[in-house]
């Protein structure tokens, strides 16, 4: 992420470093490769959202939260809600971000989230029709960096999942066309839960949960979101080529590590 | 299992007609028009060249930028010129379907720019400019490790299908677009939206690398031709 | 057009063998001074739009498509639909044109094509209105630069007629409000065929249908628009200064090559 | 032909009131302040100075920069300040009618900077603010070749009429702008919108450079009131 | 204002010649510390606004200009029109201002006139209800320099109060729905005169209406809003820090002040 | 005078409950948290660094550069991700808050970049932002004259009061944001927004200052905190 980030000159003593400890399976922080770092999950983050979470993957720190409002349904869905995913990689998470409108990297990351949820229709949008065709909820989920130390596209995915689940629709009076933000009455129904687990490919080796000096030497990058009844969402490579191999393990890594992680979402939203 | 039945009456495995002509933009280095079934890229390559503002140069290699972009009128309903979200995730994973084929590190501090505009889309429009941006590279003679080829596969019914056009997209829950360079094997665009186990992915991602390999000689050809061509004047 | 295309130091040598040229009645490619270069029209070159045309001089390459949309009268002319014209002079089509919203000189060449089309009344647009003071046809003309060897402005203004003059519009159903963009019925209504004509002057000469290379060493451009019944609908002068003879001439000369387009034009579409 | 009877009682070749003032911007090297009936332009010139960023310098000559707005209130609904696709175009051409006034090639890598802001506008606004930048180019110290003069010329109904006001300009469907420097007879603006015969249009072209011509003596007049002013003191 | 103006390295020995003479009580131009120089306003400078004032400050040469329209009241404030401020520090009025958005200065201009405006209730938006909840008059008031030479709040405050107090509304048809901005009637409904005074602190001294000479060297700025009646509705400082006591005399200063221009106002208006 | 009564039962003198928290972003070189009530800011300090691009260098000293920005989900009704005039604004006010207490002119072409999230906003974010700024600042280890407390206070009713929250801001209009300096007494930022005689106005700003000193002292309590947690591990 970042435009430096890209343009950095593989550092080849890191990268030897790195890639040396692979070859005996151990990691610089002492994980093993399908190891993620310690997962911190805190619901309820800021008091005006319909939902929010926090979500720290180790020192990688992002915040998700979803603000609801009434809006027009898109006219070939008159009776849906709307779900829209914004994503901004502040300046404040990383010198290597910079301000401004949001760059390709953000937009990417909005986009690989915002797919999971749309494609496995996590969100019951028939449940968020007002009026068909005139009225439905409009979802906005937005995802934001406080400190940028690898695997975005994860921690996000899991943050706007936790933010999703613990949303609250704010009380909407059908007669006053207004609403109460005040007042939270039923949830957003949620029906499923689609994660984002990355696999990151050094040399020979799949990892996960890969941090910033990781992904910096990194030769690929693949991203799968699974349910928690086994199918596959959304898919996305980044960086560097993979083969057709490569893809098949990473099947079985993403939704081991998908089931993890939503095990830990289960639990910090009890 | 009920009998497939396409929009188009194609059998699963089955690409549009296919049409491709390099040399297409004069002053470019290099260009090619890629048609599949109604659907048209454009694809001209400038550079490489030297690479400003001076900053954004690399020491050491090349910088590969790939701009893709819509005709406000190639779609059903007018798009405003300009990025928008969703081209510029296109620019982003275009160019790193590219960069695996070339040697940008033998062109320090210089930039190689694509430029693909979509002429008429009716599904499929990355894997197209993909494709017409592969054969413009090659036309420009930018030394490449291979052409890459690009198509998309998906579901519809029970049916795993090649190459789905805009009708057949619009109906199916299932997209997968791939890129690839056969003679490394590399996969070096692999997305999907969908909702299907893994057995089944699989299944829709090797169906989709049958259908880059014809594009990939689907290439050829049309860089033959132009070569052909040229040695009969 | 472009930057770099009006920062070029005028070539000295590039310029003397084009003036020299020319003082014998000759030019780079052939031509005489009043002679255009091998005129392509093709429509029909994008399936999704409601008309298009692709127009090739020479090496010089554009297209032309109309989008047709509803939407509201401007509240002046409550009941004429509303022509909207772009154009983008892409990267694609010369080293010199940059990535970005539109410049001075895509700016300039959409406002002339417009003027012409509209001071002409080129569109009936009194026929595209659906609802007085409330729902009218929109006419989005959108001009685009595949390859740049010059005189853009006439090329365009000639794809613009031929994308209008072969444009459908789409079957509108007014009880649910909603267009069939698939079926489409009656022809766009177009009266009149006014078309530009470029008159390039190099030292004591006015040239048609310059190429980039004679553009780069030209003293100034002049521009009219004529109809078939021998009217000007619009002029402009870009670059250096003309004589008021100078202009004289270009009447005459835009006339006649007018109306030889305009015949290249009906054969194309016939 | 029936009696011309124009809005404000005018005849055909008469132009509304003119105010010239020259030296209106104190900070400014030159600047004018022209009225012509109820439309009025202010023109400052910054420079000759040095162009930043430096790689739009150029190296054998000096560039011209010339940004025309209209203040928001200028107009009967409110505009937004920043350029329009309008008030680009205007840059454009108010930028080549002046050019041929100047020796560019006097200021290598340096850039002329004139600002036009409109503070009524009433018709003739692009003319009006050539008038009050030529005079303030001179006001600059500037060398020229010559001053410019602009005024536009148009048809009411079967008469050619110099300097529509607004009313009439809404009214009539030909509008024909132009610059001249009457020294070398050189037309340095020229644009028309309309649809006459061209024997019409010469004619309206005829009526407008006679307009350039006026106004062009009174640019004069007013440098020399400044000039004798500035002398008395 | 403007870029440089705040990057200019402080001229050693300007400030030296400048707080020398404030320390014997002069100034560069022989005022006072305490005195304006000469206030020039003239109203009716655009035809085509609802009302405009130019107001020169010795050599600052600004324009307030207001424009109406009928707009959608604020949810909140469904009985009230509705005032929006814009300033332009445009480049005609300084080799320190630059083309494009309105930078930090220009918005800082523009939202401290406003709130004086806004928080005295000096225009009775209550008046400018049309029909409550849909229809309210918007007063578009425009800030406009012309030429720097320092004080710009203070200039601008007075030019924006001369043009609402010479304002008249265009004529409003409720059957059509239109207005008629040739004919105007009744006049905007101003309660209050809110003007803004600015001190500039510079070494000990505080000095009222500082020329652009003096804003390069002085320590701080704080502007207060004053109404007639005596009351304060609005401050902002600017630059670098003051002290409390030096807070207390500019209760004073920007009091008397005040009065000095409403009173020159009310004569200008006459 | 009746006896106030305020939203929170607080009386007229005291902040909402206060946590302050430095070293929360570890790619920063400074930063920290502060909540005040449901109120959120968190700021982090990069730098000093090189400014680029280096034409916004200045010689002899640094330069300090503000970003302040609320998150889109922070306030009741959405905002939109990007600049606003109310954050211009802020950014320029909080600059000019902090500068009096950093000694620039030891780090000349340089930068500081403060970054400001507002997490949560009810009521008096730009005062928090300072704060969390200034804590930050200190935790980069950037010299300080000294720290700037920053608060707001108000009246509600007859009641000059402390610390306004969201429904007090609402319903009271009267506003006064302050930043000081205790060691020095420099009053670093004041804004009023309200309608009051001069008086009452002196009585509000003595008790911002008041609140601007507990808030200081809180920051130093954070840093020693920071500090003594260091030492111990």
């Known amino acids: 992420m970042g435009r430096s980030a890209e343009k950095v000159i593989p550092m080849t003593v890191q990268h030897s470093y790195i890639t040396k400890l692979l070859a005996t399976g151990k990691r610089a922080d002492g994980r093993t490769v399908d190891q993620f770092r310690t997962v911190t999950i805190t619901p309820g983050v800021a008091a005006k959202a319909e939902g929010t979470a926090r979500v720290w993957l180790g020192k990688t720190d992002v915040v998700a939260g979803v603000k609801m409002s009434i809006g027009m349904p898109f006219s070939d869905k008159p009776n849906d809600g709307v779900l829209i995913v914004g994503a901004e990689c502040s300046p404040i998470a990383s010198e290597n971000f910079e301000s401004g409108p949001p760059d390709e990297n953000s937009i990417e990351l909005a986009r690989v989230v915002d797919r999971g949820i749309r494609e496995s229709k996590a969100i019951d949008t028939e449940k968020l029709c007002i009026t068909p065709g005139e009225k439905v909820w409009m979802v906005n989920l937005d995802l934001h960096i406080f400190n940028h130390d690898g695997n975005l596209i994860d921690a996000c995915s899991l943050a706007a999942m936790a933010a999703l689940q613990t949303a609250k629709l704010p009380k909407y009076d059908p007669k006053t066309e207004t609403l109460d933000t005040m007042t939270h009455t039923d949830p957003l129904p949620v029906k499923r839960v689609p994660l984002a687990v990355s696999v990151a490919k050094i040399g020979k080796d799949l990892i996960v949960d890969p941090t910033a000096d990781e992904e910096a030497v990194m030769d690929g990058r693949l991203t799968m979101t699974t349910t928690e009844d086994g199918n596959i969402c959304a898919m996305q490579k980044g960086t560097a080529p993979f083969m057709f191999e490569e893809i098949e393990q990473a099947f079985d890594i993403t939704k081991k590590k998908g089931d993890e992680l939503r095990k830990a979402l289960a639990a910090a939203l009890k | ?233």
């Open chain 2, 1 to 233: 299992m009920t009998k497939l039945k396409r929009k188009d009456n194609r059998k699963a495995d089955v690409i549009r007609p296919i049409s491709i002509q390099v040399g297409v933009i004069p002053n470019a280095n290099g260009s090619a028009m890629v048609s599949i079934g109604r659907t048209t890229a454009i694809a001209a390559v400038y550079g490489p060249r030297e690479l400003h503002p001076r900053r954004l140069q690399i020491a050491n290699k090349g910088v590969l930028r790939t701009i893709y972009s819509m005709l406000p009128f190639s779609v059903d309903e007018r798009i405003r010129p300009g990025p928008s979200r969703r081209s510029s995730e296109i620019c982003k994973v275009t160019r790193q379907a590219l960069e695996p084929a070339l040697y940008l590190e033998e062109f320090p501090k210089a930039t190689i720019d694509v430029y693909i505009n979509i002429l008429q889309a009716d599904a499929g429009t990355r894997t197209a400019g993909i494709n017409a941006a592969s054969a413009a590279l090659a036309d420009a003679g930018i030394p490449m490790r291979d052409l890459v080829g690009s198509m998309a596969a998906g579901k519809i019914g029970d049916d795993i299908v090649l190459d789905l056009e805009g009708k057949e997209e619009e109906e199916t829950d299932c997209d997968l677009p791939v890129a690839y360079m056969p003679n490394s094997k590399k996969i070096t665009l692999l997305q999907f939206d969908g909702d299907m186990p893994p057995a089944d992915v699989k299944k829709v991602v090797k169906l989709a690398i049958k259908g880059c390999e014809i594009m990939y000689e689907k290439q050829k050809e049309a860089l033959r031709d132009k070569w052909v061509g040229a040695q009969k004047k």
